[in-house]
């Protein structure tokens, strides 16, 4: 049993190495876990760009859209056969002047090209971030999960109180469970805002499985709010760790 242990334990770790690579170590060719999803970074002949697409694409059509002007690029967001490269060149070119309408065309999309998207946004996360915060008060899930997963990945302050507005939200949240593994990243900077949100809004199911998955980046978080003075926070923390029981 400890042998088995060790071996998750260190499969959970290499995991976690993957996910976290460092936006400076992307090259051409590298493959990286995106919630779950592989995807694969590929550099741009013409321009010299590292995107990002779908482990399992067959065409690299980056230089295909890299000279298209800006109208066209937004009117290709509306092509399931371009929109994920008319995105990534729409944000390399345009920066956050760009951002509100390629969040709004992840709606369309699927969770491979969503996961592209995520890591390609998570590399231009520092300079966009003032936007993509904005952004999360009007995006719906897809839109916020791209945000979301950006914002967690460059550890943004700023955007924890609108990111747990997201977490909190039915019409934006989405697939609760990937945005709780995203934002658990923040480990125990989140602890403030979110202990604020539960005694305000109290045990919500989406604040219940947050403390959970924080467990796993910060151990002892269940264990010292146990203790809190606060009622609410010792529920939160007894479901918390119910759910982890059960798993």
Sequence with gaps: MVELAEVSLKRAQEIAELEEASVAEVE???????????????????????????????VDSFDDVAGMGREDLELLLADAKGRLEASQVLLER?????????????????????????????????????????????????????????????????????????????????????LVRVVSQYGDRLLPALTRAIKRDGTAAEYVDLLAALEDVQGGTLANLSKDRSKVLRDAARLAREKRDVR
């Excluded at 995807?39 to 779908?54: D, H, I, K, W």
């Excluded at 460059?154 to 934006?172: K, M």
């Design 28 to 58: 051409a060719g590298q493959t990286f876990s995106v919630d779950r999803t592989l995807v694969v970074a590929r550099q741009s002949e013409s321009t010299g760009v590292t995107y990002f697409l779908p482990d399992d694409a067959i």
């Design 94 to 178: 345009f920066g956050a002047d760009a951002v509100t309408t390629v969040l709004e065309s992840a709606e369309t999309m699927n969770s491979p090209e969503l996961a592209a998207l995520a890591r390609f946004v998570e590399t231009k996360g520092d300079s966009l971030e003032g936007e993509l915060v904005r952004s999360l008060g009007t995006m719906g899930p897809s839109g916020s999960y791209v945000a979301v997963h950006a914002l967690s990945a460059v550890r943004s302050s700023t955007a924890i109180p609108a990111i747990l507005d997201v977490l909190h939200d039915p019409a934006r949240q989405g697939d609760v469970h990937r």
